[in-house]
Nanobody, 123 residues
Framework: QLQLVESGGGLVQPGGSLRLSCTASAFTLDYYAIGWFRQAPGREREGVSCISTSDESRYYADSVKGRFTISRDNAKNAVYLQMNSLKPEDTAVYYC????????????????WGQGTQVTVSS
């Protein structure tokens, strides 16, 4: 079964850091752009970041620019989201999703989604 799996979430204090990982079972991520999305309680899902297949393009939401870094390691079949200087408003369930070749505008066009990992930023 083709699926994505997120890991690395948890509870962190404001100003802290976490690194999320997105890995795939049963297929290679080489031909997929990977997006990270998040959804907080009572809010719509929003795009956080996206990386294209060959890492030639990376995109970030304005709210995370300068704090989050997306990267990929095709040898490990994984994509990472390094989150620094975390704020309480970053609290959400974070999802990764795969789209063929290039990043999409919004969350339409992603073929596979993970189950999500909870990130809580609180003192």
């Amino acid at each position: 079964q083709l699926q994505l799996v997120e890991s690395g979430g948890g509870l962190v204090q404001p100003g802290g850091s976490l690194r999320l990982s997105c890995t795939a079972s049963a297929f290679t991520l080489d031909y997929y752009a990977i997006g990270w999305f998040r959804q907080a309680p009572g809010r719509e899902r929003e795009g956080v970041s996206c990386i294209s297949t060959s890492d030639e393009s990376r995109y970030y939401a304005d709210s995370v620019k300068g704090r989050f870094t997306i990267s990929r390691d095709n040898a490990k079949n994984a994509v990472y989201l390094q989150m620094n200087s975390l704020k309480p408003e970053d609290t959400a369930v974070y999802y990764c999703a795969a789209a063929r070749y290039y990043c999409r505008s919004g969350d339409v066009g992603y073929d596979y989604w993970g189950q999500g990992t909870q990130v809580t930023v609180s003192s």
